[in-house]
């Protein structure tokens, strides 16, 4: 139910299948590993003996950043547009 992106017809609405699935993998990393739980008193994770220390967005964006790899391009050729030009 915090989940606004199942909702129809918002803002939060995904129009791509990748985007939404970017979206959840968020959710649930955040449900998960970041937000304390009152019953719990802990992160399902800290809960479950998969970490001891509570992560937060900042943890999170230095693993993105250490994983993501740029696409190479290749190189640039010129169309028969560009070289009548």
Same mark, same amino acid.
């Given at each position: !139910?915090? !989940? =606004? /992106?199942?909702? =129809? ?14 979206? %959840?993998? %968020? +959710?649930?990393?955040? +449900?998960? #590993?970041? /937000?304390?739980?009152?019953?719990? /008193?802990?992160?399902?994770? !800290?809960?479950?003996? %998969?970490?001891? &220390?509570? #992560?937060? #967005?900042?943890? @999170? %964006? @230095?693993?993105?950043?250490?994983? +993501?790899?740029?696409?190479? &391009?290749?190189?640039? $050729? $010129? ?7």
């Amino acid at each position: !139910m915090g !989940m =606004r /992106r199942f909702t =129809r017809l918002t803002n939060g609405f995904s129009k791509k299948l990748e985007s939404h699935c970017d979206a %959840l993998a %968020l +959710y649930f990393f955040h +449900y998960n #590993w970041i /937000r304390q739980h009152k019953s719990l /008193r802990v992160t399902p994770a !800290m809960a479950a003996n %998969l970490t001891g &220390r509570l #992560w937060s #967005w900042d943890d @999170v %964006l @230095v693993q993105i950043d250490a994983a +993501y790899q740029p696409k190479v &391009r290749g190189p640039y $050729k $010129k169309t028969v547009d560009q070289i009548s030009n």
